[in-house]
Structure formats: C-alpha cells, structure tokens
Nanobody, 119 residues
Framework: QVQLVESGGGLVQPGGSLRLSCAAS????????MGWYHQAPGKERELVAT???????DYTDSVKGRFTISRDNAKNTVYLQMNGLKPEDTAVYYC?????????????WGQGTQVTVSS
C-alpha cells in the first residue's frame, strides 16, 4: 500500500508565502510524475502544477511566476512553494503521484491540506 501525506497548509495574509510538502511512503519502486491540484468550495478539482521524475515542470497560467514545484526523489517528496498568495488561491490542496510498486503502477492522492488566504 502507498500513502501520500501532505503538510504545510494554513492561514496566510494576501501577498504571503506558504510551502506545501507531500511525502510518499510504502512499497515504492519508483515515482513518475508528481503534481499538485486544488479544489475551492463549490468548484471542481483543478491542476496547479506537475513535475516529472527528471524535473520538467508545468504550471497552470494563474500561478506562473508565483508558485514553484520541486521534488526530492531520494525522499519521495514533492513540494509547492507558493509566493504572492491571493485570496483566490484559497482551496484544499491535494498532491498526486503515479507510483510503481513491485506489483503495479497506479495513481495515488493525498488527503488534502487547507490553504486560506485572507486578511
């Protein structure tokens, strides 16, 4: 079994910063693409950023220049550095990863961490 555990969410004022972390654990052989999604109240879950195992990144337009995704393959961990936060960034943030175990490859999700941007 594989688990993804997020941390680092919280309440921050507009213009502030937060760093989210997501650590994968279990019978992991390797992890392909990892990503962050967010879901605001009453809205669908949306992609924020992805990073391949080799470090190629992609971002949704609304966060380009403000958010940075990175990963530590040795620690099976992905990060999301969020700067210049805006009230519209308020959402539950979920990490996502395609994980290979000794038996099969599959997509896994974390439980989510709340990010609230408010004065």
């Amino acid at each position: 079994q594989v688990q993804l555990v997020e941390s680092g969410g919280g309440l921050v004022q507009p213009g502030g910063s937060l760093r989210l972390s997501c650590a994968a654990s279990g019978r992991i052989v390797s992890i392909n693409t990892m990503g962050w999604y967010h879901q605001a109240p009453g809205k669908e879950r949306e992609l924020v950023a992805t990073i391949t195992r080799s470090g190629t990144t992609d971002y949704t337009d609304s966060v380009k220049g403000r958010f940075t995704i990175s990963r530590d393959n040795a620690k099976n961990t992905v990060y999301l550095q969020m700067n210049g936060l805006k009230p519209e960034d308020t959402a539950v943030y979920y990490c996502n990863a395609y994980v290979w175990t000794p038996i099969v490859g599959a997509t896994y999700w974390g439980q989510g961490t709340q990010v609230t941007v408010s004065s």
